[in-house]
């Protein structure tokens, strides 16, 4: 069920021959390919059974490698390597294991459904999404959770947690703390399959990471500052015991608990600026002592904060690697890799407190992965949405459904003017250090008053949408104490559609698509705009209003988001099909 890469780490290519020079870099939102000869023979997608052998596949080779840099050396050899971030995505609190040759990543979701997202790569650089551990955020609170009754969930649901393979039964679990008050368990046999809710107890295991050790006894470190381990039953339903082992004199959070030859380390951050760790040569249980393993180490891109909390993770060869994330507002918090070694005293530590802003080397040898799931085309064919989406909220299940030749119907599921209370947005991460997003829309079955297009999804946003045949930009909708909704926003400005009709669109029946474009430069150092588009043939586009800044607070956690809604001012009834879906790195 999980592919061994071994033998295809084997199959590649010596490049000496045939690769002379290619630099791929997207540190200024520009793409330099520079290629001499062909360079395709030498590297080898891992689902497919023949080597690349045309240009058909450089978007691919490109978009896998955003951070990364391909140098030929001499003596016919290849040096590959990358730069940080290695995801410019907004993919936080992650705890990043290894299985054989396949990594695993995990990161939080809050109120998104569904929660807790997870990627896969085989070499620690490049990654694709697979699926989500939470599938419904089934916590209790049916109503907040699912944007009923008036209520909601923004910022709460699914912060730091914790995902493990467990090598006993060969299956995954997942385990974190909802709303400071209950624990919950899910579990998979696949974890790009269907996962189900094992267990719930009523102990808030706060930032907690999760180790089943070496006599398969799991155990759960967490807390703030007072770090304790708890020891689980075998089914991880219920707690046997816990300890205390680390009252800190200053605030750490986010544990990450390893074993590694007998020795036992749990990681702390410091938010958000350190990452400390705690070690133990003395059993799980300690006494444990602290040091730093990263003390404000500079970031990669200006502007953005210091990378801290992460995990740590071997290669098969034996080589570790610290993973934390970066404040990389507005875009999010974004995952960097850089190589530690252990010293003399069994401490990991960086190799430089520059690690994370020069190139390293891979891991190991590249293996690029198809990118439809970090960004690019999607026509929405079903049966399902791909790993990469999520609803803002638990979505109402029968206001969406697939066409049969391709798109996702959104019939409205709220009746209100209030896009934060709408149900059944449709989310997706923005890219760094920019990106554009284009939806294509038959707006023909939309109802008097019914408001569909797309966000620049945040707790301050703005939108470009379609009503009563009229597109227009709604700017400074913001979110305020306690979550509620403090502004709607204003119109800032409006077009008509040609020869609209009122409701349904414009043209006749057959012909009524809308383009909608939003491109969100979302670099800390840049304008931090998100500019809004529109078009009537999907290939002249005309810029609708003035930009939009992003915010760069972090007290919302989650970054910015393309959205795509469909609510109701009036009455339920209507829809409107989202034909397509296209997000591309760089500016339009």
């Known amino acids: ?105 995990s990161a939080d979701s809050f109120m998104l459904s569904p929660g807790a997202p997870i990627l896969r790569s085989y070499d620690l650089v490049n990654w694709q999404f697979i699926g989500h551990s939470v599938p419904t955020l089934d916590f209790g609170d049916v109503e907040a959770y699912s944007l009923e009754d008036g209520q909601q969930a923004y910022v709460r649901g699914i912060w730091a947690s914790s995902m493990r393979y467990r090598p006993s039964n060969g299956r995954f679990y997942w385990i974190g703390c909802v709303d400071f008050n209950q624990s919950y368990v899910y ?91 705690l070690k133990s040569e003395n059993g799980i249980f300690g006494p444990y002592e602290i040091e730093v393993l990263a003390d404000r180490p500079p970031s990669p891109t200006p502007g953005d904060g210091y990378p801290h909390q992460g995990g740590i993770v071997d290669t098969p060869d034996g080589d570790w690697y610290y993973m934390p994330f970066i404040d990389d507002y507005p875009a999010g918090r974004v995952p960097a890799l850089v190589p530690i070694y252990f010293d003399s005293g069994g401490w990991p530590r960086l190799y430089s407190n520059d690690s994370v802003t020069v190139p390293n080397a891979y891991p190991t040898t590249p293996v690029f992965l198809p990118t439809d799931t970090l960004y690019g085309f999607d026509n929405f064919s079903g049966p399902s949405l791909g790993p990469q989406w999520e609803w803002n909220h638990n979505p109402n299940t029968s206001a969406y459904s697939f066409a049969e030749d391709g798109g996702l119907i959104l019939d409205t599921a709220t009746v209100t003017s209030d896009l934060f209370r709408a149900r059944n947005t449709l989310t997706h991460r923005t890219l760094g250090p920019e990106s554009y997003a284009t939806i294509e829309l038959d707006i023909s079955n939309m109802q008097p008053g019914d408001k569909a297009g797309l966000a620049l999804f945040r707790d301050s946003m703005a939108y470009i949408g379609i009503q009563d045949g009229i597109i227009c930009l709604q700017r400074n909708l913001s979110l305020g104490a306690g979550w509620e909704t403090l502004s709607d926003g204003f119109e800032e400005a409006s077009v008509a559609i040609p020869n609209a009709t009122v409701p349904t669109g414009y043209g006749d029946s057959s012909d009524q698509n809308v383009w909608l474009r939003l491109h969100a430069n979302v670099a800390p150092s840049s304008d931090k705009l998100g500019t809004f588009y529109y078009s009537f043939d999907g290939h002249d586009f005309t810029q609708l209003g003035t930009g939009y800044e992003m915010n760069t607070t972090y007290f919302f956690f989650l970054g910015y988001r393309y959205g795509i809604f469909n609510f109701a001012t009036e009455e339920l009834g209507g829809s409107v099909t989202v034909k397509s879906f296209d997000m591309v790195p760089g500016s339009p």
């Open 187 to 277: 579990s998979s046999s696949d974890p790009a399959g269907e996962w189900t809710q094992t267990g719930q107890m009523d102990t808030c295991y706060y930032d907690c990471g999760l180790l089943f050790d070496d006599d398969d006894t799991p155990y759960v470190a967490y807390g703030n500052t007072n770090i304790s381990i708890a020891t689980l039953n075998s089914d991880l339903t219920a707690e046997v015991s816990t300890t205390s082992i680390f009252n800190g004199t200053f605030y750490i959070e986010g544990s990450r608990l390893y074993n590694i030859n007998g020795t036992y380390y749990v990681l702390t951050t410091q938010p958000a600026s350190r990452e400390w760790t």
């Open 1 to 105: 069920m999980y592919e061994d890469r071994q033998s295809l780490h084997g199959k590649q290519h010596n490049a000496c021959g045939v690769l002379k020079y290619i630099d791929l870099s997207l540190r200024a939102g520009i793409v330099y390919v520079c290629i001499y000869n062909s360079i395709f023979s030498f590297l080898k997608f891992p689902k497919q059974d023949h080597y690349i052998s045309s240009k058909m596949h450089l978007h691919n080779l490109i978009a896998t490698s955003l951070a990364a840099t391909l140098v030929s050396a001499q003596n016919n050899s290849t040096v590959a390597t990358y730069r940080n971030p290695v995801l410019w995505e907004d993919l936080a609190d992650l705890d990043v294991f290894r299985v054989n040759d396949t990594y695993y990543y």
